[in-house]
């Protein structure tokens, strides 16, 4: 995620698409595991991701595809 950008809870759908949902859930879900053992760098990105899973919006999504093009590009 870029340092600048803070996510909220503001941001919330409250009606987000299911499958909108099953996506950005795994995916904090599957980042958990690189965190942890293997990518310490990610570790404020994921605080932030996780902090805010149950109320996610479009500015979630865009730091969740932040973050996948950071992993691809390192």
């Known amino acids: ?14 009606s987000p698409k299911p499958d909108f949902c099953k996506r950005v859930i795994g995916f904090v879900g599957c980042l958990g595991y690189p965190v942890t053992m293997t990518r310490p760098d990610l570790a404020w990105s994921y605080s932030e991701m996780s902090r805010y899973v149950q109320f996610l919006g479009q500015s979630h999504i865009k730091a969740a595809e932040h973050i996948l093009r950071y992993l691809k590009d390192t």
């Open 1 to 14: 995620m870029k340092p600048n950008i803070r996510l909220s809870k503001d941001d919330y759908d409250p």
